[in-house]
Antibody, heavy 123, light 107 residues
Framework: EVQLVDSGGGLVQPGGSLRLSCVAS????????MDWVRQAPGKGLEWVGR??????????DYASSVKGRFTISRDDSKNSLYLQMNSLETEDTAMYYC??????????????WGQGTLVTVSS | DIQLTQSPSFLSTSVGDRVTITCRAS??????INWYQQKPGKAPKLLIY???TLRSGVPSRFSGSGSGTEFTLTISSLQPEDFATYYC?????????FGQGTRLEIK
């Protein structure tokens, strides 16, 4: 059974940092692209960024709203995905989900999601 | 960035009704569109990918269609467990974006 478990959220002051983790099981983690998606309280879904697999040199892409502040990384030996968030702003307050993003042909979809971890940026 | 506009944003409807949700893209995206269902306090779930392919295990009352800039998600006969918020998502290019969501509420 595919499972993604998000953790690491909490309360942080503006300008602070936080590192989120996502532990995967039930599939070959190293084969897959992985994405982060967030959802502010009462709002819609926002794509945060992607990390590709080793074949694609672990390359990353980010939404413009987080570029330069957030960094996605992975440790395939630990089946783990990370989101390092620096210079946090109140607008970053959200539930953060890791998602699996298999590429089928040239298409992708977010077929499995973590349960989410809540980040609150407030003084 | 490609913008997705869903309509309606909110729908008050009844069990057994047929419901159609529309998602319009700001530019042509072929069939690079997916649909998700989200219930309160839960992560979204993939329903349909590639505009019209039903994910394994998703009830056949859900269907998707469209290409280019206009897409629809149809629920043929609403069941009590279908009252939720639905999002379209384009995967034509980065950045990936989502529609603003359509919330279905029991009339």
């Amino acid at each position: 059974e595919v499972q993604l478990v998000d953790s690491g959220g909490g309360l942080v002051q503006p300008g602070g940092s936080l590192r989120l983790s996502c532990v995967a099981s039930g599939f070959t983690f190293s084969d897959h692209y992985m994405d982060w998606v967030r959802q502010a309280p009462g709002k819609g879904l926002e794509w945060v960024g992607r990390i590709r697999n080793k074949t694609r040199s672990y390359s990353t892409d980010y939404a413009s709203s987080v570029k330069g502040r957030f960094t996605i990384s992975r440790d395939d030996s630990k089946n783990s995905l990370y989101l390092q968030m620096n210079s946090l702003e109140t607008e970053d307050t959200a539930m953060y989900y890791c998602t699996r993003a298999p590429i089928v042909g040239s298409r992708t979809q977010f077929d499995f999601w973590g349960q989410g971890t809540l980040v609150t940026v407030s003084s | 960035d490609i913008q997705l506009t869903q309509s309606p944003s909110f729908l008050s409807t009844s069990v057994g009704d047929r419901v159609t949700i529309t998602c319009r893209a700001s530019q042509g995206i072929s069939t690079y569109i997916n649909w998700y269902q989200q219930k309160p306090g839960k992560a979204p779930k993939l329903l349909i990918y590639g505009a019209s392919t039903l994910r394994s295990g998703v009830p056949s009352r859900f269907s998707g269609s469209g290409s280019g800039t206009e897409f629809t998600l149809t629920i043929s006969s609403l069941q009590p467990e279908d009252f939720a918020t639905y999002y379209c998502q384009h995967v034509n290019s980065l950045p990936i974006t989502f529609g603003q969501g359509t919330r279905l509420e029991i009339k």
